[in-house]
C-alpha cells in the first residue's frame, strides 16, 4: 500500500463550487505538505505544517485553506473554485528528524479541473 | 527568498548517450540541500538524487551523478548510458538545513526525451 494517499486522484468541479483534497500517510512523518503544478512553471508551494496545531501559508496561499485533522491526515481547500486552480496538486510529508529528514515523500497528486 | 532555475525547457538524446540537465540556483544560506526528481509521464514525483551542501563529494547514485559546485552556485545531473525509462520532467529543488525550513522551491523543470 502507498504510503502517502491523496483522495480524488482526479476532479472536475465549476467555479465557485466547495472542494475538499485530503491527504493521508501511513509514515509517521509529523511535515505535511502541499504544492501545485502548473505546466511550466514547476510545483509551487501553497501550505505546510509542522504538526498538528501548526499551519504555516507558502507561496502561494491565496485563494486555499488546510486543515490538520491528525498527524497523518492534511486536507486542502478551495472555497470557491475558479479556473485558474486547475492544476495538479501534491500533498508530501517529511520527517521531524533522522535520516533522511530532509527528503520529502509525494502522494500521487489530484488532477483538480475548474470548469 | 530562494530562487531555481533551469534553463533547458526540452532536451532529446539518443539511448545509451551522456545527457546533463543544468541547474542553477540563488541563495544567501550556506546550508542546504539540493535534489533532483524525476516527474514520469505517471506524474508521480520520484527523487533521482541528493546533495548536502556541506559535502564537496559530488552524489552518485548508479548512473546518475550530479556536479555540484557551491561557489557558482550550479547543480547539474548527469545521467550515463540513458535509457527509454529515463524520459521523463526532471525537477531541480532547493531546501534549506534547518529541518526542512518552509518546503521545497523548484525549478520549472526540463522535459527530457529518450530516443530509441
Known amino acids: 500500500d502507498a504510503d502517502v494517499t491523496q483522495t480524488p486522484r482526479n476532479r472536475i468541479t465549476k467555479t465557485g463550487k466547495r472542494i475538499m483534497l485530503e491527504c493521508s500517510q501511513t509514515?509517521?512523518?509529523?511535515?505535511m505538505y502541499w504544492y501545485r503544478q502548473d505546466p511550466g512553471l514547476g510545483l509551487r508551494l501553497i501550505y505546510y505544517?509542522?504538526?498538528?496545531?501548526?499551519?504555516n501559508k507558502g507561496e502561494i496561499s491565496d485563494g486555499y485553506s488546510v486543515s490538520r485533522q491528525a498527524q497523518a491526515k492534511f486536507s486542502l481547500s478551495l472555497e470557491s473554485a475558479i479556473p485558474n486552480q486547475t492544476a495538479l496538486y501534491f500533498c508530501?510529508?517529511?520527517?521531524?528528524?533522522?535520516?533522511?529528514?530532509?527528503?520529502?515523500?509525494f502522494g500521487p497528486g489530484t488532477r483538480l479541473t475548474v470548469l | 527568498a530562494q530562487t531555481v532555475t533551469q534553463s533547458q525547457p526540452e532536451m532529446s538524446v539518443q539511448e545509451a548517450e551522456t545527457v546533463t540537465l543544468s541547474c542553477t540556483y540563488d541563495t544567501s544560506e550556506s546550508n542546504y540541500y539540493l535534489f533532483w526528481y524525476k516527474q514520469p509521464p505517471s506524474r508521480q514525483m520520484i527523487l533521482v538524487i541528493r546533495?548536502?551542501?556541506?559535502?564537496?563529494q559530488n552524489a552518485t547514485e548508479n548512473r546518475f551523478s550530479v556536479n555540484f559546485q557551491k561557489a557558482a552556485k550550479s547543480f547539474s545531473l548527469k545521467i550515463s548510458d540513458s535509457q527509454l525509462g529515463d524520459t521523463a520532467m526532471y525537477f531541480c529543488?532547493?531546501?534549506?538545513?534547518?529541518?526542512?525550513?518552509?518546503?521545497?522551491?523548484f525549478g520549472k523543470g526540463t522535459h527530457l526525451i529518450i530516443q530509441p
Open positions: 509514515k509517521g512523518h509529523d511535515r
Open positions: 505544517s509542522f504538526d498538528v496545531k501548526d499551519i
Open positions: 529543488a532547493f531546501l534549506l538545513s534547518g529541518g526542512g525550513a518552509d518546503g521545497l522551491t
Open positions: 508530501a510529508t517529511s520527517a521531524l528528524e533522522g535520516e533522511p529528514y530532509n527528503e520529502q515523500f
Open positions: 546533495q548536502e551542501a556541506y559535502k564537496q
